[in-house]
T-cell receptor
Framework: GENVEQHPSTLSVQEGDSAVIKCTYS??????FPWYKQELGKRPQLIID?????GEKKDQRIAVTLNKTAKHFSLHITETQPEDSAVYFC????????????????FGKGTHLIIQP | DARVTQTPRHKVTEMGQEVTMRCQPI?????VFWYRQTMMQGLELLAY????????DSGMPKDRFSAEMPDATLATLKIQPSEPRDSAVYFC?????????FGPGTRLTVL
């Protein structure tokens, strides 16, 4: 099965600086890579995703890059703000079944992002 | 703003008791997932359904866990008998295409 490694486990940055979280995956057949943000006691929230036919995707202050050859993908947050403080999870999905629809996600262990005022 | 809903939000039970968790997926989503989150193991996929048919339950302990989807608006996850190691937050998620949206979770404590 798929295995996803995520680094670092904790990241502390000054407000206004950029933050980068990196993930690697093991199965080259994985084709969908979402990122989730989870605040304490809340549900994981999808913040951005990328498919294997795309190298980069951006949405305002967040961007994701994918290197299929190296099997790694990264989340970039620019101009960090206090509300960005949370745990961020990367995930990968293998296309297991036909018929259209999502497949199960394998998650990284999470990165606790701390924005220092 | 459609959201996945789950009940109960919190459940405290004693070892050996049956626990049933319920999920209402977002209308129109054809795939429903069950995940479990613990500090030690993180987020793990337990099982999922597409168009109400079970696709994969390889992440689920078969002897005590069962998942069903009796209709398009209800998915259930049952643990019988429950054990202290089952203590975790259980999330339901639903999706179509690739995106998955999570419910608020059921925090289960087994004493």
């Amino acid at each position: 099965g798929e295995n996803v490694e995520q680094h670092p486990s904790t990241l502390s940055v000054q407000e206004g600086d950029s933050a980068v979280i990196k993930c690697t995956y093991s199965d080259s057949a994985s084709n969908y890579f979402p990122w989730y943000k989870q605040e304490l006691g809340k549900r994981p929230q999808l913040i951005i995703d990328i498919r294997s036919n795309v190298g980069e995707k951006k949405d305002q202050r967040i961007a994701v890059t994918l290197n299929k050859t190296a099997k790694h993908f990264s989340l970039h947050i620019t101009e960090t703000q206090p509300e960005d403080s949370a745990v961020y999870f990367c995930a990968a999905s293998l296309p297991m079944y036909s018929g259209g629809g999502a497949d199960g996600l394998t998650f990284g262990k999470g990165t606790h992002l701390i924005i220092q005022p | 703003d459609a959201r996945v809903t789950q009940t109960p939000r919190h459940k405290v039970t004693e070892m050996g008791q049956e626990v049933t968790m319920r999920c209402q997926p977002i209308l129109g989503h054809n795939t429903v997932f069950w995940y479990r989150q613990t500090m030690m193991q993180g987020l793990e996929l337990l099982a999922y359904f597409r168009n109400r048919a079970p696709l994969d339950d390889s992440g689920m302990p078969k002897d005590r866990f069962s998942a069903e989807m009796p209709d398009a608006t209800l998915a259930t996850l049952k643990i019988q008998p429950s054990e202290p190691r089952d203590s975790a937050v259980y999330f339901c998620a639903s999706g179509r295409a690739n995106e998955q949206f999570f419910g608020p979770g059921t925090r289960l404590t087994v004493l």
